[in-house]
């Protein structure tokens, strides 16, 4: 687990006067150096050694700098939590072997059977089952609410409530929810606010600013970059973050240390990648809304988007991540997706290369055509996860697809 005791690169806010583009290349990596590197290793050792009992006490007990057991801590790993830390300003973060355990280890690690958790409809495939199946069995009570409706989000938290999840940009829908006025809701009624700041990134958005308690990553999409590491990762105060570090420690879903490693490179070149992202995926947005095959374009950048003035107010980007209905439904979209050149027709996002699919076979797997239409995500839909590649070839890359529709 990364806290900032000690550390000479961040305060107690977890942000310095270093811009982002500089703290994702330095931040929370002097810790981790070692033999006048100027790289962080990756350390492989299930243990750490102590040449005296009383020193290995103290640190087992947390009562000075160390590492014991890999499952526990890395070094590797805990360069990666406090990069990210300091990139979204939490005073703690700890770090899971994926961003659904991230999602879960959260929850569980939280909530007891008795609370009730509040959040909306149309959350994350994995989240949502949580919260339909997972949790329910575990007499945790849940409300999904209407994602786009605040007013009837804010009632829910009246009534009391343990916990209200939030995620946004939404997958895949890319609905914004206001963070900074339901956060203000939920602590009002003396609960915790969890964010899931994936589609956005620390870069484009900083939940814990608005009000949020915790923030948290699917690490392998946006952070990772590059769809080749598995991760997860939660930020927010010590104390929290000390209660879910505690249930991932012994739950076990610990992250690779060769995965952190991986996750500190890429977030080297973090605020490049978004920038050029948000700036080619609101230029293929806007293409995309003036096509007679496309039904609709769901994107926050767009002035049509239904909450564009919240996303305007609480985001610094849009994001790399859109999507878009055909006309036609399902048959349409398996006709134009195999048509594409540039992207990867997989199940993942945030990567460098383009990424096309849809939401049955991504983002809601786990959900039947009934269960997505009640969430109000349509079979005709497109996930559309925009790379780092030339925007005209990618425009022109869809207009031959297109052609079939």
């Given at each position: ?16 006067g ?54 526990n801590?890395?070094p ?6 406090e ?7 939490g ?55 209407d ?10 938290i ?7 999840y939030l995620?946004s940009?939404t997958?895949p ?18 609960a ?11 870069i ?22 590059h ?13 929290l973050?000390?209660k879910?570090?505690h ?9 690779d ?12 070149t973090?605020?490049l ?9 609101l ?24 909450h ?6 609480q ?13 036609g ?52 839909l497109?996930r559309?996860?925009?790379g ?18």
């Amino acid at each position: 687990m990364s806290k900032d005791a000690g550390r000479s690169d961040a305060g107690r806010s977890g942000r310095t006067g270093l811009s982002p583009a500089t703290l994702a290349v330095r931040a929370g990596e002097d810790a981790a150096r070692a033999h006048r590197a100027t790289q962080v290793p990756v350390v492989y050792s299930a243990a750490f050694g102590y040449e005296d009992v009383d020193t290995w006490v103290d640190t087992a007990l947390g009562r000075r700098e160390g590492h014991i057991y890999t499952r526990n801590t890395n070094p590797t790993v805990a360069a990666f939590e406090e990069k990210v830390r300091i990139l979204e300003g939490g005073e703690a973060a700890t770090s899971f072997a994926t961003g659904m355990a991230a999602v879960s280890n959260t929850l569980f690690g939280l909530l007891t059977p008795g609370d009730r958790v509040v959040s909306v409809k149309d959350t994350y495939g994995g989240t949502n089952q949580l919260f339909v199946d997972f949790l329910p069995r575990w007499g945790v009570e849940v409300e999904l609410c209407d994602t786009t409706d605040f007013g009837q989000i804010e009632a829910a938290i009246a009534e009391g409530c343990r916990l209200v999840y939030l995620e946004s940009p939404t997958n895949p829908t890319l609905k914004v929810m206001d963070i900074a006025r339901l956060s203000a809701a939920a602590h009002e009624a003396g609960a915790v606010v969890v964010t899931d700041n994936t589609f956005a990134t620390p870069i484009n958005q900083n939940p814990l600013a608005l009000g949020s308690d915790l923030v948290l990553h699917s690490a392998t999409k946006f952070l990772g970059g590059h769809a080749d590491a598995l991760g997860g990762v939660l930020c927010g105060p010590a104390e929290l973050i000390k209660k879910v570090y505690h249930y991932r420690e012994i739950t076990g879903s610990s992250m690779d240390p060769m995965a952190a490693w991986l996750m500190v490179r890429s977030l080297k070149t973090l605020v490049l990648r978004v920038q050029r992202q948000n700036e080619n995926a609101l230029a293929i947005a806007r293409w995309l809304s003036e096509q007679p095959q496309v039904e609709a374009v769901n994107y926050p950048g767009l002035e049509s988007h239904l909450h564009h003035d919240v996303a305007a107010r609480q985001m610094r980007g849009y994001g790399g991540m859109l999507s878009f209905s055909l006309r036609g439904g399902f048959a349409a979209v398996k006709r134009v997706l195999p048509r594409l050149r540039l992207a990867h027709l997989a199940a993942n996002l945030g990567a460098v290369e383009t990424l096309a699919g849809v939401p049955a076979t991504t983002s809601h797997v786990e959900c039947t055509v009934e269960e997505r239409a009640a969430m109000g995500i349509p079979e005709g839909l497109v996930r559309y996860s925009v790379g780092i590649e030339d925007v005209g070839d990618l425009i022109a890359d869809l207009d031959q697809a297109f052609a079939v529709a």
